[in-house]
T-cell receptor
Framework: AQKITQTQPGMFVQEKEAVTLDCTYD???????LFWYKQPSSGEMIFLIY??????QNATEGRYSLNFQKARKSANLVISASQLGDSAMYFC???????????????FGRGTQLTVWP | DADVTQTPRNRITKTGKRIMLECSQT?????MYWYRQDPGLGLRLIYY???????NKGEISDGYSVSRQAQAKFSLSLESAIPNQTALYFC????????????????FGPGTRLTVL
């Protein structure tokens, strides 16, 4: 089974609008971390935001926020006030914290291509 | 200067050739990883190393080998390249700070685009 599912292959948003990129995850481990990365067309992977499974509040980093719904096992990325430079591929990833859980590895989703238009 | 560097950035090679991809980091991190990215598949883990003496296979290690020459250097080798190893390869690092944390953020290099003809 897929550990991370991103159901939106592509999303379009107008500049200055907000957009939500969906991510659902699958784990039975009570301790886990969720990450979002941005990959612009130049190819590098840029860390955006992190949410821990025990965190009581949703993570925020500037224009990025993570809508964490633990019971639904979803960790959607919200980008507010979209900019043209936000056009990129976005990946959701998870790390499990339990014993023997291939310590350190990240499970990645297949990504969502976001296009911001003027 | 970039904290995580990868060389070469682009490489075209022929089937059957041996090729090495190199990764260096100045972040002082102890953990290093190699991933490959294929279109539509996200990133998949090839090998990872928690220190110089600790190397582990990831989910797709067949056809690859690695060497951790120093804390700062982690090389990936394709002993006999084949066309389905054409992909974008990423090196990543994280800092365990001597303990295990789910929040350890992995920082990625710029990637190496490898084409095997």
């Amino acid at each position: 089974a897929q550990k991370i599912t991103q159901t939106q292959p592509g999303m379009f948003v107008q500049e200055k609008e907000a957009v939500t990129l969906d991510c659902t995850y699958d784990t039975s481990d009570p301790s886990y971390g969720l990450f979002w990365y941005k990959q612009p067309s130049s190819g590098e992977m840029i860390f955006l935001i992190y949410q821990g499974s025990y965190d009581q509040q949703n993570a925020t980093e500037g224009r990025y926020s993570l809508n964490f719904q633990k019971a639904r096992k979803s960790a959607n990325l919200v980008i507010s006030a979209s900019q043209l430079g936000d056009s990129a591929m976005y990946f959701c990833a998870m790390r499990e914290g339990g014993r023997g859980s291939t310590l350190g590895r990240l499970y990645f989703g297949r990504g969502t291509q976001l296009t911001v238009w003027p | 200067d970039a904290d995580v560097t990868q060389t070469p950035r682009n490489r075209i090679t022929k089937t059957g050739k041996r090729i090495m991809l190199e990764c260096s980091q100045t972040k002082g991190h102890d953990r290093m990883y190699w991933y490959r990215q294929d279109p539509g598949l996200g990133l998949r883990l090839i090998y990872y190393s928690f220190d110089v003496k600790d190397i582990n296979k990831g989910e797709i290690s067949d056809g690859y080998s690695v060497s951790r020459q120093a804390q700062a250097k982690f090389s990936l080798s394709l002993e006999s390249a084949i066309p389905n190893q054409t992909a974008l390869y990423f090196c990543a690092t994280s800092d365990s700070m001597g303990r295990w944390e789910v929040s350890d953020t992995q920082y990625f290099g710029p990637g190496t685009r490898l084409t095997v003809l």
